[in-house]
């Protein structure tokens, strides 16, 4: 039996530029919403761990992790 790697890879790419792509819009001041309920999306990188970001908005349906490197 084989393992689906490729897939597996490839959703988890696609979760990572799509984390990148919301952390570069928010970086740079760019206003982004949440999908739910349309509030502003917010960047909280007072995380404990140092390597982490948080997005989310005010209600708190988004909740983002971001990894930072
Ligand atoms: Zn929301």
Redesign the pocket.
Same mark, same amino acid.
């Given at each position: 039996m084989k393992f689906d790697i490729d897939a597996f890879n490839k959703k988890r790419a696609a979760a990572f530029n799509q984390h990148k792509t919301i952390l570069k819009k928010l970086s740079k001041g760019q206003a982004l919403f =949440?999908e739910? #309920?349309k509030?502003p999306l917010q960047l909280d990188l007072n995380q404990t761990d140092k390597h982490q970001g948080l997005v989310s =908005?005010?209600?708190? #349906?988004?909740h983002i992790e971001l990894e930072l490197g």
């Open positions: =949440c739910h #309920c509030q =908005c005010g209600k708190g #349906c988004t």
